[in-house]
């Protein structure tokens, strides 16, 4: 098979596409013919290293895993043993972070519990572009536990996950605040933001307004400005962020919300098959739409790193096989 590959921790113009041998699913995995994924931070970063904290998950000397890629949306070419309720020619949608990675490859094997049936009204292109970003901003909200009324800011809403989790805000009944760059104002006024601030010209701080609920995805801010900017019930989700805004959520948050009823919390998302569904049906009702903002062939995957890196992209960069 055709598999994107890379040897060891550095540069994104190392990654070529070279011929591999077809994963064998284990007794518990499913083996898929994968017709598209999606790019997300963390596929970069497996590539690089970097952040530090990424080889938590890929190894910390040398990479365990060489094929990087862990959104698939395929069909079933064979399943495992143990494997109940999918069979080959199925029509799936999986996230294979927690399998060893490997979706930028024709064939993936990806452990049953992260594999769910693919959403009927979607093109597997556009189901690419959910399992991991998706998921995660709708996870992120629920662990802030998102109610209808609420007032709501995204920071960093432009990204793979930022315009799932303000399209999943509005469907919730929430008044969304986006914060992202002005250039792409439209795009995620498009997915539903009620109000936009443009963080190049505007601090987020800068003004009296307070919400109920924060989602961090992306920026520098301190713990402390998010605290300052909730109402006294307000909650605040980190979901990521600069590697400075990251490490004082470990940090600094905790300590901040000892006392009071605001409340703090970090998400760390690990694929999990509810999740999957949730989207899957979200998808399917129409409430959120998956957002492709260009298309690249496996063979052209160094320019969809290239193209990630530019900063142009407003939503998912897909990779079909
Ligand atoms: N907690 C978890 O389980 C989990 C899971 C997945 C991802 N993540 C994290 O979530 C973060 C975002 O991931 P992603 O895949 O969506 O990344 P991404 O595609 O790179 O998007 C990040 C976006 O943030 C915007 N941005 C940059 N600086 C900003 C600022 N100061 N204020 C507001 N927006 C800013 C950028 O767009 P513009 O500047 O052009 O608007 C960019 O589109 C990463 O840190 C990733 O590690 C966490």
Redesign the pocket.
């Known amino acids: 098979m055709k598999a994107a590959y890379f040897e060891n921790y550095g540069s994104i113009e190392q990654l070529k596409v070279k011929d591999q041998p077809v994963p064998e699913p284990e007794e518990h995995e499913v083996l898929v013919r994968n017709h598209a994924s999606s790019?997300?931070?963390?596929n970069?970063?497996h590539v690089k290293g970097e952040p530090f904290f990424i080889r938590v998950f890929t190894g910390f000397g040398s990479p365990k895993n060489h094929i990087p890629g862990g959104d698939v949306s395929g069909v079933v070419e064979k399943v495992g043993k143990q494997v109940t309720g999918f069979k080959p020619g199925d029509g799936v949608m999986a996230d294979a972070a927690e399998s060893g990675f490997g979706a930028f490859a024709e064939y993936v094997t990806v452990k049953s519990n992260a594999v769910v049936p693919k959403p009927v009204n979607l093109s597997y292109e556009e189901t690419a572009t959910l399992p991991?970003?998706a998921c995660?901003a709708l996870?992120?909200l629920k662990k802030g536990n998102i109610q209808s009324g609420q007032n709501v800011l995204i920071?960093?809403?432009?990204?793979?996950?930022?315009p799932f989790a303000v399209q999943i805000a509005k469907s919730h009944g929430a008044e969304v605040t986006a914060?992202?760059?002005g250039?792409?104002a439209g795009f995620v006024r498009f997915m539903g933001a009620d109000h936009i601030i443009d963080?190049?010209t505007e601090d987020f701080t800068d003004n009296d307004t307070t919400y109920d609920l924060i989602a961090g995805?992306?920026?520098?801010?301190s713990m402390s400005d998010f605290k300052k900017k909730l109402t006294p019930t307000g909650t605040y989700v980190?979901?990521?962020?600069?590697m400075k805004q990251?490490s004082n959520a470990f940090t600094t948050g905790p300590l901040l919300y000892l006392f009071g009823r605001q409340e703090f919390t970090?998400?760390?998302?690990?694929a999990d098959k509810q999740s999957l569904m949730e989207v899957k049906q979200m998808a399917e009702e129409g409430t959120i739409k998956p957002t492709i903002t260009k298309t690249f062939a496996l063979d052209q995957i160094r320019d969809a790193y290239r193209y990630?890196e530019s900063?142009?992209?407003?939503g998912?960069i897909v990779i079909t096989m």
Not at 39 to 42: I, T, Y
Not at 217 to 221: K, P, V
Not at 266 to 270: F, P, S, T, V, W
């Open positions: 790019l997300n931070f963390g970069v970063g991991l970003a995660t996870a992120g920071v960093g809403s432009t990204g793979s996950v930022g914060v992202c760059s250039k792409k963080y190049k995805i992306a920026g520098t801010h980190n979901i990521g962020g600069s990251f970090i998400l760390m998302y690990m990630y900063g142009h992209a407003a998912k």
